[in-house]
């Protein structure tokens, strides 16, 4: 193993992987410092929250962890009309929210004239700025949102893993090459973001590493990292997950908060002015500590679940999500106080990369 080097300036892959199988406390609160410093130096103290609708539970896909997929046990269905849709962002619009995220599973249900609608009502009424999390579409679709007034697009790679790729997103049919939806996003003018599962199966140090390398060298605005979270029922909660753990052998990168915490760091130093939200699935590893440990290891945007809850019981993308059964009000309030706890401050407008502000065109 390499050791670890304290000149964070000259992080190379080998570096970085040295970095996530670090456990000395003492090496890891310089580490935690270090983001830390970076993110306030980058992207100040402010914390900007968005707020989350997830508009559908529908999916095509047949992704091998997620629990709305095709191969994952039957859950009511559900797709929220544009008056549900409507009153969730005009909730967020009320908190102050300077963002709405709109998310689901990939659902051709939701028409690219359905979402046009729905982006301009939200634009025309509200002026928020909409990030979109809807899958892999075509590049007509893409193109009619981003005209709509659509701003920022998240789609995460999950890993950089070709083979490991293809095991957990089997072949629907539908061709499925994210880095490739990514760069045409970015050519359409979206503010664009990705990210990583921590400890998939099958995911060893050495691609986990490269992941956060290519964070850096494909210029993303975004960077969403949250640890796996095993869903029963699924392909990689039974025997796909078991025959991929075997195959990474001692090499398997461990599913827990410490090593996500770590991933999020070196992100933030290696990516110094792009958003990283404090996600739900590490709030939900660690119900206690997990968003406050991210906003102080590089984290600066929260987004609270503003959907209705008949909903968001029916949108288990991974089990026992934090929150889930708050109302929207109350996960604001918490969110706030732990925010003023921090000493940070509320982010007011719409929190665009300064990434993107520096690279838009």
């Given at each position: ?19 996530l ?11 935690w ?14 914390i ?32 929220m ?6 009153t ?7 908190y ?11 659902d ?38 981003r ?10 790679f ?11 997103h ?16 970015r050519q ?19 691609s ?7 964070f850096r060298?494909?210029g ?103 929150g ?9 309030e ?22 993107f ?5």
């Amino acid at each position: 193993m390499y050791m670890v080097s304290l000149d964070f300036n000259n992080l190379d892959k080998n570096l970085i992987r040295a970095w996530l199988q670090e456990v000395d406390p003492q090496k890891l609160n310089y580490l935690w410092e270090k983001a830390d410093e970076i993110r306030q130096k980058y992207v100040g103290d402010d914390i900007w929250l968005r707020g989350l609708v997830e508009i559908s539970n529908h999916c095509v896909r047949s992704c091998a962890y997620c629990g709305i997929s095709k191969c994952a046990p039957v859950v009511e269905k559900y797709r929220m009309s544009e008056d549900e849709i409507l009153t969730a962002v005009k909730q967020a619009a009320d908190y102050g929210f300077g963002t709405v995220v709109l998310q689901s599973g990939e659902d051709m249900g939701l028409t690219a004239t359905r979402i046009t609608e729905i982006i301009r009502s939200i634009k025309s009424k509200t002026g928020l700025a909409i990030t979109l999390s809807l899958g892999e579409r075509s590049v007509g679709d893409l193109e009619d949102w981003r005209k709509a007034g659509a701003d920022r697009y998240l789609l995460r790679f999950e890993t950089s893993d070709v083979e490991l790729y293809k095991q957990i997103h089997p072949n629907t049919g539908r061709q499925s090459d994210r880095f490739v939806q990514l760069e045409l996003m970015r050519q359409m003018g979206y503010e664009i973001g990705t990210g990583v599962m921590v400890g998939i199966p099958g995911q060893t140090w050495g691609s986990l590493a490269n992941d956060i390398w290519l964070f850096r060298k494909y210029g993303m605005d975004m960077i969403g990292l949250g640890p796996y979270l095993e869903n029963e029922g699924t392909p990689l909660a039974g025997e796909l997950g078991k025959k991929l753990k075997n195959s990474a052998t001692a090499d398997q990168v461990p599913n827990d908060d410490l090593t996500t915490l770590k991933v999020l760091a070196l992100t933030r130093i290696l990516c110094p002015n792009i958003n990283i939200p404090a996600t739900t699935a590490l709030a939900t590893i660690n119900p206690e500590k997990g968003r406050s440990h991210a906003l102080q290891r590089g984290a600066n945007v929260v987004m609270p679940n503003l959907t209705p809850h008949k909903y968001r019981t029916l949108y288990q993308i991974y089990p026992g999500k934090a929150g889930l059964h708050e109302t929207a009000e109350f996960s604001r309030e918490e969110i706030e106080r732990q925010i003023i706890s921090l000493g940070r401050t509320i982010g007011r407008g719409a929190g665009t990369s300064s990434h993107f502000k520096q690279h838009c065109h």
